[in-house]
């Protein structure tokens, strides 16, 4: 079974300060790792993902992740957080093709001015 | 390209009623889709796995006679919330995979039932 584990489900940083949300995840296939973004009563925006190859990913808006296999972590980060950045965070696991995500429990940004 | 709308975007509808949610990819073919459901301040939780032209793979603890789900063709899919009460009262997302090789799910924005 797979699971993902978030850290922390509230994160405030300043504008300008690094954000860091953190994601640990269990596989017993090699996984593929998604982190999404959610603002209020809307769906999910992909941020980036990590399939194979190079295991420092980056997305949009400024953020990337680095997939750790030793650590099995995939933490998200943005060098200077920008007031939009204010959501929720979602990092998500599936095993290939046509299997479905499993879900971390969420983090939600503040970023304070 | 890969957009995934849903319809309606909101509805209320009275207890003991029936509600159908429709999923659609507008620009490419989906031979899977799935079935979403979030509670406020909580995470997504899969309801069911929908495969064109064969009955929907439902998560352990679903009720699949309550929850109707109907994909008709590669472009849509539905969800019929049978016999609605309160506590189906929730956010549901539908996501879609595009083709047959891609592993990205493609989200659509949400469907917001209340049931009063």
């Known amino acids: 079974a797979q699971s993902v584990t978030q850290l922390g489900s509230h994160v405030s940083v300043s504008e300008g300060a690094l954000v860091l949300l953190r994601c640990n995840y269990s596989s017993s296939v090699p996984p593929y790792l998604f982190w999404y973004v959610q603002y209020p009563n809307q769906g999910l925006q992909l941020l980036l993902k990590?399939?194979?190859?190079?295991?420092l990913v980056k997305g949009i808006n400024g953020f990337e992740a680095e997939f750790k296999k030793s650590e099995t972590s995939f933490h998200l980060t943005k060098p200077s957080a920008h007031m939009s950045d204010a959501a929720e965070y979602f990092c998500a696991v599936t095993r290939g093709y046509g299997n479905k995500l499993v879900f971390g429990a969420g983090t939600i940004l503040r970023v304070k001015s | 390209g890969a957009v995934v709308s849903q319809h309606p975007s909101w509805v209320i509808c009275k207890s003991g009623t029936s509600v159908k949610i429709e999923c659609r990819s507008l620009d490419f073919q989906a031979t899977t889709m799935f079935w979403y459901r979030q509670f406020p301040k909580q995470s997504l939780m899969l309801m069911a796995t929908s495969n064109e032209g064969s009955k929907a793979t439902y998560e352990q603890g679903v009720e699949k006679d309550k929850f109707l789900i109907n994909h008709a063709s590669l472009t849509l899919s539905t969800l019929t919330v049978t016999s609605a009460h309160p506590e189906d009262s929730s956010f549901y997302i539908c996501s879609a995979i595009r083709g047959t090789t891609e592993i990205e799910q493609y989200f659509g924005p949400g469907t917001r039932l209340t049931v009063t």
């Open positions: 990590y399939t194979t190859g190079a295991t």
